[in-house]
């Protein structure tokens, strides 16, 4: 039976040197309160210290334990929502490694089996390849845990197990017994691997919950971690469990209730909706679709305003299937998902090539057609499940803007004009870090599009051809001055579509 403890006899369970594992997808699901109090106690007492904390999708509240002298290590698939871990990690006050979201995600679920670790292709010829850099992100940083192996005649690569013995995980509900239920999160990511992984290791699951009720009364099919994995349940008020809830929309991000997306607000015909509408005209007929956050999330919203977001299936590697992907600090939710699966599914499913198409943000380009979205000089930003998505999705399309920091568009009467450039190139002649790999895309027979407001570009055998230009832009002017290479360009690029530019719907209803 679990025992009901406070916030702060739970950190008092955490001693030095653990390997503490965390769940949470942005703001969604995290144990904000668990957080705090072991920060309160580090900061009052100096322990506990030098932990190992690992975690699969970037969470925001991580930021409470970026401590120099609580973190020895962190692996983490996404850091730029905790700049106070980024911060030690540029300092070299702890040792860190990015791993691909997903992979660490299904390294949950295999060290609970107490296997090795995970073999997968996913990373080839990206920067944890151990042939780069193995997932370090510092100096500081010397233990290899990523290893090539060869099997069945294939190159992969194994992910080596780290064995948690301590985790802090989030439900909804708690019975008497201990017994955990998720019936208002939007997502159920890993934490029922994380809790058999820290079992597995003879450790402690603690679990921060919005309310306990008798024993008996949570349906057995609703129960998500047994009480026979859980060691110590955190009651706190539902509205401090539940931090990111918005006002209204807790069942229909838990699929409980539904509601009509004519509701979901119109975007302004700026940057981000053109090359959302430029994206919506690779739409298929039922497209099995992913959606990164930020740009890409506007061709959710596009096809919705078009009439044809029963066209395809939007799907979020949090787990959530159907439905229109939330934006901001509700990512990794969807409005009226058909249904929640956990993350290490999603990215099984994601892995073995179920994606038709996957859209994601484009931060620097090389003219190898190389990506980089994971470290942007000294700034750590990770991964997430980038490389996933991207090594396997059977269409690609990185959108972005042409160039960042300050830029302006206007579109007006079927044309683009740029009333004040961006500051910051994004097309460059190599990239810092290797997120997404060119030539493994070319090895592979991937088809690969580069979405701008101005331009589109699609990677062949020879490097990054440029086959669009919006209507008013100058080549020369507007998109090779701002380039650090030349794009190959054979005859004339052909315009983009008017009606992108336009203030009426573009008509993409079939």
Partial sequence: MAKFISPEEAAALVNDNDILATEGFVRNMFPEQLACALEERFLKTGSPKNLTLIYAAGQADLNHLGHEGLLKRVIGGHWNLSPNLGKLAVENKIEAYNLPQGTIAQLFRDTAAGKVGTVTHVGLKTFVDPRLDGGKL?????????????????????????????????????????????????????????????????????????????????????????????????????????????????????????????????LPLDERKIIGRRCAFELTPNAIVNLGIGVPEAVAMVANEEGIGDYMTLTVEAGPVGGVPAGGGLFGCSVNPDCILDQAYQFDFYDGGGLDLAYLGLAECDEKGNINVSKMGPRITGCGGFINITQNAKRLFYCGTFTAKGLKVKAENGKLSIEQEGSVKKFLKKVGHVTFSGEYAVQTGQPVLYITERAVFELQKDGLHLIEVAPGIDIEKDILQHMEFKPVIKGQPKLMDARIFKSEPVGLVK
Wanted: hydrophobic share 40%.
């Fill in 138 to 266: 510092n100096s500081a940083t010397k233990e290899d845990i990523v290893e090539v192996v060869t099997l069945g005649g294939r190159e992969q690569l194994l992910y080596k197990a780290h064995r948690p013995n301590c985790c802090f995980l989030r439900g909804t509900c708690a019975d008497e017994k201990g017994n955990i239920s998720f019936e208002s999160e939007g997502v159920t990511l890993g934490a029922l691997s994380i809790a058999q992984a820290v079992k597995a290791n003879g450790g402690k699951v603690i679990v921060q919950v919005g309310k306990v009720v008798k024993a008996g009364s949570i349906d057995s099919k609703s129960v998500r971690i047994p009480h026979i994995y859980v060691d110590a349940v955190v009651e706190v008020p539902f509205e401090k469990n539940m931090t990111e809830a918005l006002p209204g929309m807790i069942d229909v991000h838990a699929g409980m209730k539904k509601i009509p997306t004519s509701s979901l607000p119109p």
